[in-house]
């Protein structure tokens, strides 16, 4: 790497990770730096970092995943800058558990050691919105679903798949979404933490490239009322190390699923509620999960049907590597080491306690009346962040991923969120009680 390095005439290295609440976070050093960096690891003051070490162990060191190297497009100016993910070290040399990269890999290998390899393909949502001054949530654009992007979203994105080729992320697709100004950019299948490494990559590329055609781009879930929510659709699946099979498939099966693929959708569904804690992790991700759009409310699972949690995707026949499945809750506002790293975990438990999933439903449940949902005992996801944290308080399974210390430490970050947002006064308020009253 240090001959890489040189050869490519680096100066500076932008060292990179993810806080605990999703947010990537630099620490910037000369390129003569590195060895050390590589060998000793950087210091940082965890302490300052939103969820990280407390004041009395607050010293940390990034110590660089030299397979993450890549030079920054962007920066070249008074030299080049190369960008490298980090993981996290105690003073002591031992990893430090509450990174959340250490999270996902330390499941990463307990499912190794049971055979599998966990893959993951997420489908990123984002906005994009004009910095005129008149409002934060001006869209670029006015298209919808699929639309023709129009010039200047054009030049966007495609200077961000160029950025993203850059990293070493092959883009495989790049559509107008549903809202005006509405974006999807998706990269290929593969393993859980080169995913995790490439999200936090494309979401840092996003927010850049936007900045430099001065426009703001937002991973927000819900940034406008009556708009389409960003989501992070998430499509899984397990394959086995050795023979490279993919594990979730069966041809024999009603949708072409494994008793393994059936086991592990049964254990999402099952610690779903204190999941969607860490995979909908703010107040403002529970105004995207409502009925009248196509991101889910009620937990179910299906094929054709969108309006379920969890979809299984038709694929080509022949093509049995594609087998997957979808949770369409997450959004991009979630730390996407610690989101793979609960919904492994709860799929693993499926698996090992052979648990089944309910009977799939077809049917568009948003038709469905109170008396048929309770009928065909369809249950809801929480309707917001205060019920996520109280559902995670009683799941042990997802507590245990999080480890003691983190779990403590995001209920505490999340719990404050929420009782900040308690005391907000809204203009919705104003407008509808000011007068009245």
Request: proline share 5%; hydrophobic share 35%; aromatic share 12%.
């Amino acid at each position: 790497m240090l001959e890489k390095v040189k050869k490519d005439n680096v100066e500076f290295i932008s060292l990179q990770f993810f806080d605990l609440v999703g947010v990537p976070k630099e620490v910037v050093i000369p390129s003569e730096e590195l060895n050390d960096a590589i060998t000793n690891g950087i210091w940082f003051d965890g302490s300052s970092i939103e969820g990280f070490a407390r004041i009395h162990e607050s010293d940390l060191f990034l110590k660089p995943d030299i397979s993450t190297y890549s030079l920054v497009p962007w920066l070249k100016e008074n030299g080049k800058t190369a960008r490298v993910i980090c993981d996290i070290y105690k003073s002591d040399g031992e990893p430090f558990r509450d990174d959340p990269r250490y999270i996902l890999k330390n499941i990463i290998n307990e499912t190794r050691k049971k055979g599998y390899q966990f893959n993951v393909g997420p489908e990123l949502e984002f906005y994009l919105f004009r910095q005129d001054g008149t409002s934060k949530t001006n869209p670029i654009d006015s298209g919808s679903y699929f639309d023709l992007t129009s010039y200047e979203g054009y030049k966007v994105i495609k200077e961000i798949i160029n950025a993203l080729r850059s990293f070493g992320i092959n883009v495989e697709t790049s559509h107008h979404e549903v809202g005006k100004g509405q974006y999807e950019i998706d990269f290929n299948y593969g393993l859980a933490l080169e995913t995790a490494d490439k999200l936090l990559t494309l979401k840092y590329t996003i927010k850049k490239i936007a900045q430099m055609y001065d426009l703001r781009a937002t991973f927000m879930p819900k940034p406008i009322k009556g708009f389409a929510g960003s989501g992070m659709h998430t499509h899984q699946s397990l394959f086995d190390i050795k023979t490279g099979k993919n594990l979730f498939y069966d041809g024999n099966n009603r949708y072409r699923l494994s008793k393994i693929a059936n086991n592990f959708i049964a254990g999402q569904l099952k610690h779903i509620k204190a999941m969607c804690a860490i995979l909908c992790p703010t107040v403002n991700s529970y105004k995207r999960l409502v009925t009248g759009y196509e991101a889910p409310v009620y937990i179910t699972w299906a094929s054709m049907n969108r309006t379920t949690l969890i979809r299984i995707p038709n694929w080509f026949k022949q093509k049995t590597i594609s087998a997957r499945m979808e949770l369409r809750c997450p959004d991009p506002t979630c730390n996407p080491y610690l989101a793979f790293a609960v919904m492994l975990k709860a799929g693993l438990e499926g698996i090992d306690k052979k648990l089944q999933p309910p009977e799939p439903i077809e049917e568009n449940i948003f038709e469905f009346d109170p008396r048929s949902l309770v009928k065909r005992n369809i249950d809801t996801l929480p309707t917001s962040l205060s019920d996520a944290l109280n559902e995670l308080k009683k799941d042990k399974i997802v507590q245990g991923t999080l480890g003691k210390h983190l779990y403590e430490k995001y209920i505490k970050i999340k719990t404050q969120e929420v009782n900040e947002y308690k005391q907000q006064v809204t203009s919705w308020e104003i407008d509808r009680y000011l007068d009245v009253f």
